[in-house]
């Protein structure tokens, strides 16, 4: 039995999909009875726990046999987390994977990174085997695109930047692969990028080539989309985390390209192109 913690996320949810594509027994844990009783009527297992609240997870942990987690990144991730860890090892839970962030350490110079960094040490504390899955950017943030494409053009910051996103289904197939074996990935700390850098405006023009109509990108100045987030009410220390983040763009610092996929799962991660005409209807749904 696998535990997915975050199973309505990115990532979560594509884990999800695809144990539940190989027939493995499979419990999802939300915060939301909504969102639980939305899955049960899916046919999925469902468990309603929240990881600020240690006494809610026994019940979510209870007969698991390995974790999957994925948790929004806030200054309680490590808290969270290792509230988990612990609740799983007293469960005798025999494996955790965590999703995390590329640079994850301590010394960090991301606030990101420094997050994860102490979430990562967390799940170490509990004693549970472990495997860490450092990811990337997910090329499922282009999907926000959708609502811009009538208006022929993409606005956004760091349009000309190139990093190397990755497809959460090329997340999910590495977690499959530690499940399946997970002795042979115990204390692993994979770092998973997509094939290739590519900035916002070339995955613009590979949209613009697959829906066939124009389109373009305007480049709008990171403090200019940090004031526009503020005014929409966004909480200051995410701004302010995604300013690092989209400077450390600008300056070329994600562009490594991680072979961890392909030794994992045998088969080379999705490319942008792939991704994109797997998904073209979504970006014509807004």
């Given at each position: ?46 468990v309603v726990a929240d990881l600020g609240i240690p006494d809610s997870l026994p019940p979510a942990v209870d007969g698991v046999d390995a974790v999957y987690v994925a948790n929004p990144c806030t200054p309680a991730v490590a808290e969270h987390e290792g ?113 290739e850098p590519s900035s916002p405006h070339e995955q613009v023009e590979v949209l613009a080539d697959l829906l066939e109509r124009p389109l373009d990108t305007v480049e709008v100045p990171i403090d200019a989309v940090q004031q526009q987030m503020r005014a ?55």
């Amino acid at each position: 039995m696998i535990l997915v913690c975050g199973a309505t996320g990115h990532t979560g949810g594509a884990v999800l999909r695809q144990l539940r594509g190989e027939q493995r027994d499979v419990r999802a844990m939300t915060r939301s009875e909504v969102s639980a009783q939305r899955l049960r009527d899916q046919g999925v297992s469902a468990v309603v726990a929240d990881l600020g609240i240690p006494d809610s997870l026994p019940p979510a942990v209870d007969g698991v046999d390995a974790v999957y987690v994925a948790n929004p990144c806030t200054p309680a991730v490590a808290e969270h987390e290792g509230n988990l860890a612990f609740a799983a090892a007293g469960a005798g839970v025999g494996h955790i994977v965590k999703l995390s962030v590329i640079g994850a350490a301590e010394d960090a110079p991301l606030t990101f990174g420094r997050l994860h960094g102490a979430a990562e040490d967390a799940v170490k504390a509990a004693g549970v085997p472990w495997t860490m899955l450092r990811a990337n950017g997910f090329m499922q943030n282009t999907l926000s695109w959708a609502g811009q494409i009538d208006g022929g053009a993409v606005h956004g910051p760091v349009m000309h930047a190139r990093w190397a996103i990755v497809d959460v289904r090329d997340i999910a197939a590495v977690a499959v692969k530690v499940f399946e074996s997970p002795a042979e990935h115990a204390g692993r700390e994979y770092v998973l990028t997509g094939p290739e850098p590519s900035s916002p405006h070339e995955q613009v023009e590979v949209l613009a080539d697959l829906l066939e109509r124009p389109l373009d990108t305007v480049e709008v100045p990171i403090d200019a989309v940090q004031q526009q987030m503020r005014a929409a009410g966004v909480p200051d220390q995410t701004v302010d985390w995604l300013g690092e983040l989209w400077r450390m763009y600008a300056a070329g610092g994600a562009q490594h390209v991680s072979p961890d996929i392909e030794r994992v799962t045998g088969r080379a991660p999705y490319t942008f192109r792939q991704f994109a005409e797997d998904h073209k209807t979504l970006w014509l749904q807004a």
